[in-house]
């Protein structure tokens, strides 16, 4: 038999959580679209599949982390904080990678490369991993 007691405050609980991450998983897409100087949303539109990898990588790396904070904290406020970090993490290691390793990335993206496309989403992808690893106690 279920305490429907119990099962409301866990449902309440699930449901402010997930809320909380859609919410911030918006939040950083919109916040790393500004950030990077090419515009995802047109070339994806017009079917550039380095655009689409590279966007869908830091999404699933900034998503990775908030898995881990979701499972490792006790309040909203200390989520939102682990969020925040891990989505500063994610646009500064773009601007590293645009800046210092490969200088011609944005145009790369836009001639629709998926070589540097796929190097951007293990990047996106490791890091996303360390932080979620980095968030346990």
């Not at 449901?15 to 918006?26: D, E, M, N, Q, S």
């Not at 550039?48 to 904290?73: E, K």
């Not at 989520?79 to 989505?87: I, Q, S, T």
């Amino acid at each position: 038999m279920i305490d429907q007691y119990s099962f409301g405050a866990s449902a309440l609980a699930f449901l402010i959580a997930f809320v909380a991450a859609g919410a911030f998983t918006i939040v950083f897409k919109i916040v790393y679209q500004v950030a990077t100087p090419y515009h995802e949303k047109s070339l994806i539109r017009e079917g550039n599949t380095a655009a689409a990898i590279t966007l869908g990588a830091a999404l699933l790396g900034y998503v990775l982390s908030l898995a881990s904070a979701l499972t490792h904290t006790v309040s909203l406020v200390e989520f939102a904080v682990w969020a925040l970090l891990a989505g500063v993490i994610q646009i500064v290691t773009f601007l590293v990678v645009q800046h210092f390793v490969m200088r011609d990335f944005n145009d790369r993206i836009v001639r629709g490369e998926i070589a540097a496309a796929t190097y951007m989403a293990s990047i996106s992808l490791c890091v996303g991993i360390l932080n979620a690893a980095c968030m346990t106690n």
